[in-house]
């Protein structure tokens, strides 16, 4: 079953206003990252929050990991329509190989 | 080179045919990862290969499946007798060790069986 599991589904907010997009997962991790998605092609790597930090900030992103709940949360701040994407969530789980767990995803629709 | 680079982009084919896609990793990492995305869905873990190691092939959905790293840098994705399910993007990613980093992602081969 899928690790990580992203909520909403999908959100559709007006430019200038924030984001925010939540993650649950189901095992132990080592770190959790957050990768962006734009028209179905290639993921871009925006965040790695590992499992001994709380929060993490770069630029107008914002992550916070709360491994006692195993969920994360991202915030996008002062959202922009270049920010139209999709946003996944990315878990390397402490045992089962390799295997990075990506959940389905939240797709963000930032109106001008 | 600059980045991970996949090919074709695209890919139509007939159903039972035999379909190969290629991924070249970015120079000097030692991991690389195939993923499958269906449209609207996230990404299904399928191969994951780390320097000269055994391949992690838990994610491949059946034995119609099967890919390849030769010399530790390109890989390639063997689909055989496809099926119309197969269609999706398959996307390939490298990262620079086992130390579970950030992964570069290819822009992806989207396959379409007709």
């Known amino acids: 079953s899928q690790q990580g599991e992203e909520d909403p589904q999908a959100l559709s907010i007006q430019e200038g206003e924030n984001a925010t997009m939540n993650c649950s997962y189901k095992?132990?991790?080592?770190?959790l990252q957050w990768y962006r998605q734009n028209s179905g092609r290639g993921l871009v790597h925006l965040i790695l929050?590992?499992?001994?930090?709380r929060e993490k900030h770069s630029g107008r992103l914002r992550v916070t990991l709360d491994t006692s709940k195993k969920s994360s949360s991202l915030l996008i701040t002062a959202s922009r329509a270049a920010d139209t994407a999709s946003y996944f969530c990315?878990?390397?789980?402490?045992?089962?190989?390799?295997?990075?767990?990506f959940g389905a995803g939240t797709r963000l629709f930032v109106k001008a | 080179g600059a980045g991970v680079s996949q090919s074709p982009s695209n890919k139509v084919t007939e159903k039972g045919k035999d379909v190969e896609l290629r991924c070249d990793p970015i120079?000097?990492?030692?991991?690389l990862y195939w993923y499958r995305q269906s449209l609207g869905q996230g990404l299904e873990f399928l191969i994951y290969?780390?320097?000269?190691?055994?391949?992690?092939k838990s994610g491949l959905p059946s034995d119609r499946f099967s890919a390849e790293r030769t010399g530790g840098s390109v890989s390639t994705l063997t689909i055989q007798r496809t099926q119309q399910e197969d269609s999706a993007v398959y996307l390939c990613?490298?990262?620079?060790?086992?130390?579970?980093?950030?992964?570069?992602f290819g822009a992806g081969t989207r396959l379409s069986v007709l």
């Open positions: 990613a490298s990262s620079q060790s086992t130390a579970k980093n950030i992964q570069y």
């Open positions: 095992t132990s991790i080592n770190n």
């Open positions: 929050i590992r499992s001994n930090e």
């Open positions: 990315a878990t390397d789980p402490l045992t089962g190989g390799f295997k990075t767990i």
């Open positions: 120079s000097g990492h030692t991991a």
């Open positions: 290969f780390q320097g000269n190691s055994a391949p992690d």
